[in-house]
């Protein structure tokens, strides 16, 4: 299998892919917002693109959607909850649905709300395994949930799915954040020398044209949103918040987090 990441360089600073099958050379784009340069990556690699998947109904995912089916004919899919939000939807996913690329990718279809509630991501159980993660994670952050959201969604689609993930799991969100994203865990976590690391490298080097590819073992180290144990976070958090339990659950830090980062 092969990941391509796109970079356009917009605003919303998005990321789009293309997920190939080496054997045959078919592809899927995956939020194909710049529906021009994945055409012409496609193009330049000799790929064709076959399907679309939208990870959520936000304009900035779907946008490309017309154009990319008018020049290619492809089949779109999304979550089979979004059919009154994206139009002309082939396919609606659920939870564990297989989703094939050509002859050799094989896909499994995650049901992620939180960041919207008709949220995919797309898991590769290959080696090492890879997950399209749209806007629910971010390379050392989380989605929010301003626009059709709710946090306690999120909280869980983390605890129950994302955290059982293997180490070695890859990670493709669908924006490049990661510069500000570890500002904020260093925020909340002044001493996380893993991030401080990071972000020192960065700094120097950080080129969203070939981004770092991070794991689930890294934004354990990283993010925020995965430090809900960490004695640092919790004292913190009592600064912002005097009435937080003496020992919080991790749900409890993890709304906590997503409400001081709505703001950050």
């Known amino acids: ?148 959201g709710h946090p306690e969604q999120l909280y869980a689609t983390f605890a129950e799915q994302l955290m059982a993930l293997p180490s070695q799991t890859r990670i493709y969100p669908g924006h490049d954040y990661i510069t500000n994203n570890l500002a904020f865990t260093l925020d909340r976590e002044p001493d996380n020398a893993e991030a401080a690391k990071l972000l020192g490298q960065l700094e120097q080097s950080h080129d969203p044209e070939h981004a770092l590819v991070t794991t689930l073992a890294l934004e354990q180290d990283i993010n925020a949103f995965f430090r809900l144990r960490s004695p640092s976070v919790i004292e913190k958090l009592r600064q912002d918040f005097p009435d937080l339990p003496k020992d919080p659950s991790p749900r409890e830090v993890f709304l906590k987090l997503r409400e001081l980062r709505n703001k950050w």
């Open 1 to 148: 299998m092969i990941i391509e990441q796109i970079w356009t360089g917009n605003s919303y600073r998005n990321f789009n892919y293309l997920i190939v099958c080496p054997e045959s050379g078919e592809a899927m784009a995956v939020d194909p917002l710049d529906h021009a340069k994945c055409l012409a990556r496609a193009k330049d690699k000799g790929w064709e693109i076959t399907s679309i998947l939208n990870t959520h109904e936000h304009g900035d995912h779907t946008g490309g959607n017309r154009p990319m089916i008018a020049a290619t004919g492809a089949r779109l899919l999304a979550h089979a909850n979004a059919k009154d939000r994206i139009e002309g939807i082939d396919r609606g996913l659920s939870a564990g649905d297989e989703v094939k690329v050509g002859r050799s990718v094989t896909l499994r279809a995650l049901d992620t709300p939180g960041h919207t509630m008709s949220h995919i991501c797309l898991l590769s159980e290959s080696d090492p395994p890879a997950l399209i993660s749209g806007d629910t994670l971010f390379n050392a952050g989380a989605g929010n949930c301003h626009n059709g």
